[in-house]
């Protein structure tokens, strides 16, 4: 059944292997195994899932085409809300990959642990022998060097950039 709605739906684009087309919007055949693989649709993997996905699919492209057709993809509200969303998106990549590289740098060695660990018993912060100790100290170290390696890298950024800021913004009377 899937196979013959989709292959009607062709309308002789082979060369593009056109399976669905929502006015002037078309879905290869790729994109649909993609986007049916992609979702939960997929555990099912049963034709009556692959319609329901389709019937979705559809559904959610009708929804974007009216929503066009309305203009809402002009209106301020939701240019707005794609500047805020691009602008986490970017945050958070950047924000993973300094993660990423900082965390491969902030590495901990075993006299370090030990001088901890030293430190905390001659503090008397704990009871607990060094083997017992030794990963928790390690962890909160690494989570150390990696904050204090973070707060280095904004003040670098920051050392390297030209920042005004207008006084009058920390006065509560504005």
Request: charged share 30%; with cysteine.
């Amino acid at each position: 059944m899937i196979s013959a709605l989709l292959a009607g739906c062709n309308n002789g684009a082979r060369d593009k292997d056109v399976v669905v087309k929502i006015n002037n919007y078309e879905i290869t055949r790729q994109e649909f195994e993609q986007e049916f693989a992609d979702s939960s649709f997929s555990r099912q993997g049963t034709p009556g899932s692959r319609m329901d996905f389709l019937n979705s699919l559809i559904n959610r492209q009708l929804i974007l085409q009216d929503a066009q057709a309305n203009d809402l993809d002009k209106s301020r509200q939701f240019i707005e809300m794609i500047q805020k969303f691009w602008e986490q998106s970017l945050l958070k990549a950047a924000l993973d990959k300094a993660s990423r590289e900082i965390s491969n740098v902030a590495t901990i060695d075993d006299l370090s642990v030990e001088a901890a660990y030293n430190k905390m018993c001659s503090e008397g912060k704990t009871g607990k022998s060094y083997s017992s100790m030794y990963q928790q100290i390690k962890w909160e170290l690494k989570q150390a060097r990696e904050s204090e390696l973070m707060d280095n890298w904004l003040q670098g950024l920051r050392k390297k950039t030209r920042i005004v800021i207008d006084q009058s913004i920390s006065r509560s009377d504005k």
